[in-house]
Nanobody
Framework: QVQLVESGGGLVQAGGSLRLSCAAS????????MGWFRQAPGKAREFVAS????????YYADFVKGRFTISRDNAKNTVYLQMNSLKPEDTAVYYC?????????????????WGQGTQVTVAS
């Protein structure tokens, strides 16, 4: 019912910045919140940030507070993740996801739709 396509990943040096985009299409009217997750090789997919589709509520994982900012453009059906002060440990595939429930959802199981992911590599 909804398709999510991430873009904006790439290779950056430590301390650099990237802005990820997630474009949603299809029946998006039931979306409650959008989130970003990441998954490094050999590790579980982990929550990064989420934003309510209406209003200003944002929720962040502790390890990205002060460095990453999630935002949205409802007119474009797009959510963004601005990543600053990137560290090598931020290297992962970053996924956009849609939640039908809560903007504070941090578990993979609380999201029903996922994008294909975009690779972020931070060189040390």
């Amino acid at each position: 019912q909804v398709q999510l396509v991430e873009s904006g990943g790439g290779l950056v040096q430590a301390g650099g910045s990237l802005r990820l985009s997630c474009a949603a299409s299809g029946r998006t009217f039931s979306t409650y919140a959008m989130g970003w997750f990441r998954q490094a090789p050999g590790k579980a997919r982990e929550f990064v940030a989420s934003i309510k589709w209406s209003g200003n509520y944002r929720y962040y994982a502790d390890f990205v507070k002060g460095r990453f900012t999630i935002s949205r453009d409802n007119a474009k059906n797009t959510v963004y993740l601005q990543m600053n002060s990137l560290k090598p440990e931020d290297t992962a595939v970053y996924y956009c996801a849609r939640s039908l429930t809560t903007a504070q959802a941090t578990a993979v199981e609380e999201y029903d739709s996922w994008g294909q992911g975009t690779q972020v590599t931070v060189a040390s």
